[in-house]
Structure formats: structure tokens, C-alpha cells
């Protein structure tokens, strides 16, 4: 009998989850440690499939307001976009899976100023709302982060918050 976790979460779902965690949750604290211990891996990117590389492309750098950094592909399946120093997030052009994706797997990117991001997306008539789902609401977390939500073009969740 699985558990409710299992039957919530995919195996495609939990491997999403981790890949993302692992991308965006641990960076700092690998920073920290390989202070400490020189063999220590540090984090460096994480790569979404995308049906339409354009398309999402577009997203990350329009939207989200990635800047593109060069790669090493001559190619045109792969984009690769600045998230940090020393961190990227790879698009890459596939036959990616067909899933509903769940709101608790998600990328996520503080911005300075919540409003001016909202009134970006407001401008480019992007779709966003809450937690729950609720359209053009701002989630307050227990620590006074506002947070809100959307999707990328193949579904794939991003959070804007105002972490300092």
C-alpha cells in the first residue's frame, strides 16, 4: 500500500523535486562548506526540458529577466541563463514528458521589489496568483516573504518572492 506521499508525487514528480531542491535549496550552504572542506561539491546548474526552446527561452529571459550566458553548443537546442554567480539554469529542447506538475516542485527567484515585478507581469499579461491558486494574490509567508507564482511554458512552477 503506498503512502500519501507516493500516491501524490509521481516517481517523475519526486525526481523533479530533488533535481530542483538540490539546484536552488543547497547552493549557499555548498558555498559555505567547501569553505571548510576543499573536495566539497558545490552546486552549478540545473537544466529543464523544454517542447519549444524558443518559446521557454523567451520566458526565462522576458519574463523571469534571466540574462543568457554563453555555452559551449553550437547548436540550437541548448540556452543556458545567468541564475547566480557561478549558476546557471539550462534549457534544452526535447521530447519532454507529458505531467501535470505540482505547485510544491518549483523554481524559485527573489526579487528586490514584488510590486515592480507584478506590475512587469501585470504589462505582459502573465499569469500569476498564490499558493492556492487564487489569480493576482500575493501569498505573505510565516516570516513576512511575499511570494507568488506561475508558469513557465511547459508548465514547470516559479516562485518570486521578496527574500532578502
Given at each position: 500500500m503506498s503512502t500519501p506521499l507516493k500516491s501524490s508525487f509521481s516517481k517523475l514528480t519526486r525526481i523533479n523535486f530533488w533535481?530542483?531542491?538540490?539546484?536552488?535549496?543547497?547552493?549557499?550552504?555548498?558555498?559555505?562548506?567547501?569553505?571548510?572542506?576543499?573536495?566539497?561539491?558545490?552546486?552549478?546548474?540545473?537544466?529543464?526540458?523544454?517542447?519549444n526552446l524558443?518559446?521557454?527561452?523567451?520566458?526565462?529571459?522576458?519574463?523571469?529577466?534571466?540574462?543568457?550566458?554563453?555555452?559551449?553548443?553550437?547548436d540550437t537546442v541548448h540556452v543556458w541563463l545567468k541564475i547566480g554567480e557561478g549558476l546557471a539554469l539550462h534549457?534544452?529542447?526535447?521530447?519532454?514528458?507529458?505531467?501535470?506538475?505540482?505547485?510544491?516542485?518549483?523554481?524559485?527567484?527573489?526579487v528586490p521589489n514584488l510590486d515592480a515585478f507584478i506590475h512587469h507581469l501585470d504589462e505582459m499579461n502573465i499569469p500569476y496568483g498564490n499558493w492556492t491558486g487564487q489569480p493576482k494574490k500575493i501569498q505573505l509567508r510565516a516570516d513576512g516573504v511575499k511570494q507568488i507564482y506561475l508558469q513557465d511554458p511547459d508548465g514547470f512552477w516559479v516562485e518570486i518572492n521578496d527574500s532578502k
Open positions: 533535481i530542483i531542491f538540490f539546484a536552488f535549496a543547497l547552493p549557499q550552504l555548498c558555498n559555505a562548506q567547501s569553505k571548510s572542506n576543499p573536495n566539497q561539491p558545490v552546486f552549478n546548474h540545473a537544466a529543464l526540458c523544454a517542447k524558443k518559446k521557454t527561452a523567451d520566458f526565462y529571459r522576458n519574463v523571469i529577466q534571466l540574462q543568457e550566458i554563453h555555452h559551449p553548443f553550437n534549457i534544452i529542447q526535447g521530447e519532454c514528458p507529458t505531467t501535470v506538475h505540482d505547485i510544491g516542485i518549483h523554481l524559485c527567484f527573489s
